[in-house]
């Protein structure tokens, strides 16, 4: 059965980074026939049109408790849950809710604001993850019912732009088949990007 993914958008703007995260998991939740929804969306957000065009995303500017006043179907990945996910989880749920902060560092516990509206919880682990990866994750638990620890990780990845510069993400991706992290498509680019400037804001 075809599942929803959820962010709540709790901000009133949206970064470079997390408008790639998020087109990445529309792309990826099109491709398994599912849906990926932004709950909670400010009216006045302005969403680029490459994301707000993408294939099975859709946009909504209630809240998920709205959308789904039914919460036994709705399942929320909470970093403070006590069950970790299963790929029998499947069958429980049909969304899965995920607070949007899940790639913040250190890790903000905003996902409380919506542990408190009563959904039940399910964890990915003790690592902190990127909100696409927390995605993927729950993708491949739940569709390509796979368990957590049949996952391969990578923990903290390195990014080498040149013989001096490198940064280190401190988060947990799912390892490619190159064996580097999965990520989304120009993000290691942004990423980049961001190091030169930081850089230059030294000198």
């Not at 009133?12 to 026939?33: D, F, G, K, M, V």
């Not at 998920?64 to 036994?72: F, G, M, N, R, T």
């Not at 069958?91 to 604001?113: A, Q």
Request: hydrophobic share 35%; charged share 30%.
């Amino acid at each position: 059965m075809p599942k929803t993914y959820i962010v709540e958008h709790l901000d009133p703007e949206l970064e470079a980074w997390s408008a790639l995260e998020y087109a990445a998991i529309a792309r990826e939740s099109h491709a398994s026939n599912s849906t990926f929804m932004l709950s909670s969306v400010p009216t006045t957000l302005v969403l680029p049109n490459k994301l707000r065009d993408a294939e099975g995303f859709v946009v909504s500017h209630e809240s998920v408790e709205s959308l789904y006043p039914d919460k036994s179907k709705v399942c929320l990945l909470d970093p403070a849950a006590t069950t970790e996910l299963a790929p029998e989880d499947g069958k429980k749920f049909e969304v899965f809710l995920f607070g949007g902060i899940l790639g913040d560092d250190p890790p903000r516990d905003r996902t409380s604001e919506l542990r408190k509206k009563g959904f039940e919880g399910r964890r990915l682990g003790p690592v902190q993850m990127t909100t696409d990866t927390a995605v993927r994750v729950t993708r491949l638990v739940v569709e390509g019912k796979k368990a957590l620890e049949g996952i391969e990780w990578v923990d903290n990845p390195e990014l080498k732009f040149g013989k001096h510069e490198s940064t280190t993400m401190p988060f947990r991706y799912v390892k490619a088949q190159n064996g580097g992290p999965v990520m989304p498509e120009g993000m290691i680019d942004l990423i980049k990007d961001d190091a030169a400037k930081g850089l230059d804001d030294l000198l």
